[in-house]
């Protein structure tokens, strides 16, 4: 799971070089068919401000992909340790859809010899890796070839949803087939800041297969806390509490009550003034169900490279950040203060410029002037602030609509009633 700071995890991401805007197939080692990734529905993101930091905690809402959406049953392998040559073998057929939520291997293995719809045969099957996922069918005498039998785990309590059928034909003494049944790994939520999403990044990656390992080898404990305890709690609607004290901006708890069916991600560094496109897409990694293991190349269900346009533009969600308009003027302050042209912070770290290259007044109230002057008395600018938003920009231009020159200017920002404040601002160019 990658995390903002506290909880990053190092992970490696090899983008593919051949994806497509909305369904994407995934190929499969061994398998003629493919596994369908389809994009997450009701995307959305809200801000929360928090005044004694200045700082925003954002959040992405998504909804999980419908059971058997997409997921993929692959034809069954076929029969190996058999005695009897393959023409004369009954043939297998698997159907989903699959309801299970990571990639899994099931494997049959036959206890008696004999002849389908002839016979009693009994099978027996377990998923490979995990043994207490078992079952056995019986095809009695009786059975009618093609006809199709629920395949149910430990006791018949367990339905994933695969169904196999046997043609007419033999069935050898412990000879065996496997059946892989697979579902998109996980989540990927991406961050930028250009309206054509060519600077997405990721700032979350919710593997669904390395949270089922958890502390294992090849999973991770952060994502099952994240799958197993913290998404299920607020689907309950209770805040979730943090074992591990703080995590970032969130503080030790979790409280935005999820519906049934949703997911969530935080973003702590977000700033004032920007406008950030987040969106969220599905992965995978491939699953080659012969070995039971994951493969190495991750795919979205919408191709994303940087300075590349994002290829699913309606799935960019907007978020603007500003503050409300305040009822008084004692908050108020300036950013960046002191302005230096060159740069902002997105191309170096100790710029503290908005990529738009304007100052903003931050925690403005509603129906308020704002004069800014030089150190000589002579006006400047003037702005009369009759919205909502808290955030007044400045372009660093002057009446004449001419660019300013370095110095200190002097802002006043006064209200109706006569009340006022002063500061100064910065420029060096």
């Not at 045969?121 to 005498?141: Q, V």
């Not at 994933?160 to 007419?168: K, N, R, Y």
């Not at 300075?307 to 108020?332: R, W």
Request: proline share 6%; glycine share 10%.
């Amino acid at each position: 799971m990658n995390a903002p700071g506290s909880w990053t995890r190092a992970a490696s991401r090899i983008v593919a070089l051949a994806m497509v805007c909305g369904c994407v197939s995934v190929a499969r080692a061994g398998a003629p068919d493919s596994l369908t990734l389809r994009a997450p529905s009701g995307v959305s993101a809200y801000s929360v401000y928090q005044p004694s930091t200045k700082k925003f905690l954002n959040y992405v809402l998504w909804n999980d992909i419908a059971d058997n959406v997409g997921t993929f049953v692959e034809p069954p392998t076929p029969w190996a340790l058999n005695t009897t040559p393959s023409n004369q073998l009954s043939v297998v057929t698997s159907v989903g859809p699959y309801s299970g939520d990571i990639d899994r291997t099931v494997v049959f293995t036959a206890q008696d010899s004999g002849m389908v719809g002839i016979d009693l045969i009994e099978i027996a099957y377990d998923i490979r890796l995990e043994e207490e996922f078992s079952g056995r069918l019986t095809l009695p005498p009786s059975y009618v070839p093609g006809t199709l039998v629920p395949v149910r785990f430990v006791n018949g309590t367990v339905d994933f949803g695969l169904q196999i059928s046997f043609s007419a034909g033999r069935i050898d003494q412990f000879s065996i087939f496997s059946v892989g049944m697979q579902d998109f790994e996980g989540f990927h939520v991406w961050r930028g800041v250009k309206p054509d999403g060519s600077d997405l990044a990721v700032i979350g990656e919710l593997s669904k297969e390395e949270a089922f390992i958890g502390d294992g080898p090849g999973g991770a404990l952060l994502d099952s806390i994240y799958y197993y305890d913290v998404v299920p709690t607020l689907r309950q609607g209770r805040p979730w509490l943090s074992p591990f004290g703080a995590i970032d901006c969130v503080g030790t708890r979790f409280n935005l009550p999820l519906a049934s069916n949703q997911f969530f991600w935080y973003d702590c560094n977000a700033s004032n003034g920007f406008t950030y496109y987040y969106a969220v897409t599905t992965y995978d990694r491939g699953y080659i169900s012969s070995s039971s293991q994951q493969g190495l190349i991750k795919v979205d269900n919408c191709f994303v490279s940087v300075g590349v346009p994002f290829q699913c533009p309606d799935e960019l969600f907007e978020l603007v950040m500003e503050v409300d308009a305040q009822s008084d003027l004692y908050n108020i302050y300036v950013v960046p203060n002191p302005y230096r042209s060159g740069g902002s912070r997105l191309t170096a770290s100790n710029y503290h410029n908005f990529p738009d290259e304007l100052i903003r007044f931050v925690n403005v109230p509603h129906d308020c002037t704002i004069k800014i002057f030089t150190v000589s008395g002579d006006l400047v600018w003037e702005n009369v602030q009759n919205n909502d938003g808290g955030n007044v920009t400045w372009d660093l231009t002057n009446r004449g609509s001419e660019s300013v020159t370095s110095g200190v200017y002097i802002y006043r920002v006064e209200k109706p009633d006569g009340d006022s404040v002063f500061g100064r601002s910065v420029i060096i160019r």
